[in-house]
């Protein structure tokens, strides 16, 4: 069994889909491993760490991927990488498949298995392979480490011989993984903070991290749960009478954190034009979902925006990729979680159980069509 480590083709992504530690327990598993040279780089990773524990260092894609049976990567490879790969290969990553559905036909079409592991259900079994937590938990963390960069005042209140400093607002706009860890990070940073969310199981989530929830808790709002623990679409008339909640809240904040993505969707607005112009001069807004579109009105990728009436709208994409060595760690150990269910520990070798409900819940293209029924071509 050969497992290859490609380095990833999008220069805006620092992330590596296998550390040393990793790489280590995959030889253990009866693997030989083929690193791309360099795919650690921007991770803090030499390449000479991965030889250290075992690792070949190929100088290419292609030589890294040939006759390997299982590829790992971070996002999903396309156009020329494809052809370096052997047909029936099982190719692990974030494939991003919803609207891409060109990109999809073509992995198919390349004859692989493509694994998306963003779909990874929430079961137990499951949790860690759990991509989406262990990048959204970093997510959370550093929205809060850019908003304080950019706000420019201290966040804990401050008792001095020159006076008080009093600590900074912060509302968080949806507690799923990295609401909450913005949540727990501000305030460890000393911050006075609030929160909101669709779903009520939040609200008890957010008050145990010591903030306070705010939401228009009617009928609606207690039905606002997907089975799957994803906040549902909401109706016009309950967006109305939040967005008049939130509207008056935002007002008062100094640094205010969205994070609301919903699957296969772009990301729903939040904060409007109208709820910034009512926001102090020198207040933050950091949007964790530009590349869905975003939740905050006028927010652009990868800029700090300044509105005229002087606030601040930050929107980096790929927020775990800003904490690159973290989040390939943590991203690299969901992968190895993963790819050991699909090893026959007797003959050390690929066994994948294609019934298994990890595979089928994961598993986009096989023996050249798409078979994941979400994704499945139009007629």
Not at 106 to 127: N, S, W
Not at 181 to 191: D, E, K, P, S, Y
Not at 293 to 318: H, L, M, Q, R
Request: hydrophobic share 45%; with cysteine.
């Amino acid at each position: 069994m050969r497992i290859a480590v490609l380095s990833e083709t999008d220069p805006a992504e620092p992330r590596v889909a296998a550390i040393p530690e990793t790489v280590k327990k995959y030889l253990a598993l009866g693997a030989e491993v083929a690193v791309q040279a360099g795919a650690g780089a921007k991770a803090g990773l030499p390449d000479g760490e991965y030889q250290a524990v075992g690792a070949t260092i190929a100088p290419d894609a292609a030589s890294a991927a040939k006759d390997a049976d299982v590829v790992l990567r971070v996002r999903r490879p396309g156009g020329d990488e494809l052809q370096a790969l052997k047909r029936g290969a099982v190719v692990i990553g974030i494939m991003d498949p919803y609207g891409h559905e060109a990109e999809v036909k073509a992995l198919a079409d390349a004859g692989v298995a493509a694994m998306a592991m963003e779909l990874m259900p929430r079961i137990t079994r499951a949790q860690v392979m759990d991509v989406l937590s262990s990048q959204a938990n970093l997510a959370g963390y550093r929205a809060v480490v850019d908003g304080a960069a950019v706000y420019g005042r201290a966040l804990p209140m401050m008792m001095t011989a020159a006076g008080t400093v009093p600590a900074a607002r912060i509302f968080v706009m949806g507690a799923g993984v990295a609401g909450l860890q913005a949540i727990a990070t501000a305030r460890r940073l000393g911050a006075v903070v609030t929160a909101t969310d669709v779903r009520p199981a939040a609200k008890e989530q957010v008050e145990s991290l010591g903030a306070k929830f705010i939401a228009v808790e009617d009928e609606e709002f207690k039905q606002a749960e997907t089975a799957g623990g994803y906040a549902k679409e909401m109706s016009a008339e309950y967006r109305r009478k939040q967005a008049e909640l939130v509207a008056s809240h935002i007002a008062k904040q100094d640094i205010v954190i969205t994070t609301a993505l919903i699957p296969g969707r772009p990301a729903p607005t939040l904060v409007t034009a109208d709820m910034i112009r009512a926001m102090r001069p020198g207040s933050v807004l950091v949007d964790l979902a530009v590349e869905r579109g975003g939740n905050v009105e006028g927010a652009k990728a990868d800029e700090v925006v300044e509105t005229e009436n002087g606030v601040k709208i930050v929107a980096y994409a790929n927020v775990p990729g800003r904490l690159a060595a973290t989040s390939s760690s943590l991203y690299a150990r969901n992968l190895y979680a993963f790819v050991e269910t699909l090893v026959d520990k007797g003959s050390k070798s690929l066994a994948v159980k294609w019934d298994d409900e990890l595979v089928k819940a994961t598993c986009l293209t096989r023996d050249g069509a798409v078979v994941h029924p979400n994704f499945q071509p139009k007629a």
